[in-house]
């Protein structure tokens, strides 16, 4: 089987500039464009959190990891979380019944609140897209969208190309 | 090599997510379920939906939903284990049926405590909600009521009180206790929850318990409280937590203290015989202390163990909190885990009350470790304080930001890099 994308966060390229965010709530938003969205009666929520660690100077974007192993999934009371094939584990609205037992067991805490509609939120992944918006919007790619395999061999090629520089080869 | 028998007694949440679990890790065995109940397995948190009419049975059966989707095993419904032969390796149902084991999985659940010093609790009209089954006759019997009496006042108490109320019907809550809620927090904890159900309609008597119900050949008709009170009612439900079922295994042999024992690795006292859920006893992972819980979410994940276990994959089970409760009731959400109890101890306690949301932070009596949780009206990220009290996590340098509710996974993310765990 192929081994499905995921998205990968490189923290030292995140620069903080909330695109992310914005691109993803205006992909979640019933007019998917940026000022359709704004007039929207319930605005758009975004799905992932560009979060400040002002002790580090340093910006950090969280996200849903569709965990392999997804607490959520089992502790849910409802059965509403389940996983697809693609690997997304994937909040059914009809479903949840906003108990919120999701959001206790999280340890990401990647799992929003729609307080009105009383029902929980999180990444999907973006399923009607190639690429997830926050990855497309993100300009410094801190965000990338590979398989497991793909990510780690960039990661392992990078590092022997600086192991190189380094032995001034 | 030759297939395997798992045998489950319990279709709930323990033995459906064992069940579950083994259907992934041994393909190729046969697991068989025995249900007492009627119905096919089902999410028993649910069963208030039925009541308010919410929910229909077929919206809340198991099967096929969230992670329950191999379905492989073979379900007994009606078919009440009556004994277990350890050396036939089976199990006797009342049918008369004997059911061989290789590995068997003892999740018999709970059932509702009763008082007995509580007078006319068999009357029609008179529930302890536990089944599909209950629910299904208190949706009845709502038809017929104008006001019903909760006697209790733990969670399942107030999710029913919240069905009833929608269907139009009067509702009052008993609570011996000062405050509701008094197993998940301390009454000061619980004053945003108390004035969201005050502001909802909801009638709440504390400080008092039954003495008896009356009734005649239609039913309840009331309830006599303690303190003088009458009052009419048509219906009355009791909420005054769980007991294990384990009154079918006393002759077994198996040892039971509460509940059923397990060691780490969910094994009860016999060979080949596992136990996970409300009928078996559990511990705390930060005390080490025994004990019964009967919430869902702890079943499903010792159920999931056991059921790796039985599967040939050894996996020690954590343990779990006694409290680990989310829910919304009234439109106010709240989040109770841990150490809550914290009068008369020397805990480090942060507590911040504004006008819609309230917090407190129970930390060791050094300090240096979160032990527990209340967070009413805001709880984001909970279960970063979770991870936070079971993974017992060195708090250097995010205290504030506990405190403060500021947390979130990027503080812990850059930490963990610095930071070595304290060993347990």
């Known amino acids: 089987m192929k081994q499905p994308k995921e998205i990968f966060v490189r923290l030292d390229r995140c620069m903080g500039c909330h695109s992310c965010e914005m691109a993803c709530a205006v992909a979640h938003s019933q007019s998917k464009r940026l000022y359709g969205a704004l007039a929207e009666t319930t605005l758009p929520k975004p799905r992932l959190y560009v979060e400040a660690v002002t002790a580090d100077n340093k910006a ?27 690997g997304v584990v994937a909040t059914d609205k009809d479903k949840c019944i906003g108990c919120w037992t999701c959001v206790m067991v999280c340890p990401y805490g990647v799992i929003g609140r ?13 399923p009607d897209l190639e690429t997830p918006a926050c990855v497309s919007a993100c300009p410094s790619k801190a965000l990338l969208y590979q398989s497991a395999d793909d990510y780690s061999r960039g990661v392992r090629q990078t590092a022997a190309g600086e192991l190189l520089t380094g032995e001034g080869g | 090599m030759a297939q395997k028998q798992y045998l489950i007694v319990g279709g709930s949440a323990a033995g459906m997510a064992a069940a579950e679990t083994i259907a992934c890790l041994d393909p190729e065995g046969k697991v068989q379920v025995l249900s007492e109940e009627a119905d096919a397995p089902y999410f028993r948190p649910l069963i208030p939906f039925i009541i308010s009419r919410k929910k229909n049975d077929r919206q809340i059966f198991l099967q096929g939903q969230g992670p329950y989707g191999s379905g492989k095993a ?51 009209g008179v529930f302890a909600l536990r089944t599909l089954a209950d629910a299904r006759k208190a949706e009845q019997r709502a038809e017929v009521t104008r006001h019903a009496v909760m006697l209790g006042g733990g969670l399942l108490n107030l999710k029913a009180a919240f069905a009833l109320l929608e269907r139009g019907i009067a509702v009052t809550l008993v609570v011996f206790s000062p405050e509701v809620l008094s197993q998940l927090m301390e009454p000061e904890d619980a004053l945003l929850i108390r004035r969201a159900l005050d502001q909802a309609g909801l009638r709440i008597v504390t400080g008092a318990a ?31 937590g769980v007991r294990p079922n384990t009154r079918w295994i006393a002759e077994s042999g198996i040892d039971i203290q509460t509940g059923v024992v397990a060691d780490k690795f969910t094994r009860t006292t016999s060979p080949d015989v596992y136990t996970a859920g409300d009928a078996a006893v559990t511990f705390d992972p930060i005390t080490g202390e025994p004990m019964v819980t009967g919430l869902w979410t702890n079943a499903v994940e010792m159920g999931r163990c056991a059921g790796a276990n039985m599967a040939g994959r050894p996996t020690a089970y954590g343990g779990t909190f006694g409290i680990l409760n989310a829910t919304q009731v009234a439109r106010m959400p709240f989040v109770a885990m841990g150490v809550v109890h914290t009068s008369g101890t020397d805990c480090e306690v942060h507590r911040r009350q504004t006008t819609n949301a309230y917090r407190k932070l129970v930390f060791s009596p050094e300090g240096d470790r979160l032990i527990g949780a209340v967070l009413v009206g805001d709880i984001g990220n909970a279960g970063l304080y979770r991870a936070l009290i079971r993974d017992r996590m060195p708090l250097d340098g995010i205290k504030g930001q506990v405190i403060d509710h500021t947390l979130h996974y990027g503080h812990l993310l850059l930490a963990t890099r610095t930071m070595t765990p304290i060993s347990a």
């Open chain 2, 210 to 240: 039954a003495t008896y119900i009356t009734g005649n050949g239609s039913g309840v008709t009331g309830v006599v409280l303690d303190n003088g009170e009458e009052m009419a009612c048509e219906m009355v439900c009791i909420g005054k």
């Open chain 1, 60 to 86: 950090v974007p969280i996200l849903c990891r569709h965990c392999e192993d997804a607490p959520c999934m089992h502790a849910c009371i409802a059965g509403a979380i389940s996983r697809s094939d693609a």
């Open chain 1, 114 to 126: 729609h307080m009105q509609e009383l029902k929980a939120y999180r990444c999907d992944r973006c």
């Open chain 2, 74 to 124: 073979e379900i007994r419904l009606q078919t009440r284990a009556r004994h277990i032969d350890p050396d036939a390796r089976a199990v006797v149902a009342d049918t008369g049926e004997s059911f061989a084991y290789d590995r068997l999985l003892i999740a018999t659940g709970s059932r509702p405590y009763i008082p007995e010093e509580i007078a006319g609790t068999d009357l029609e």
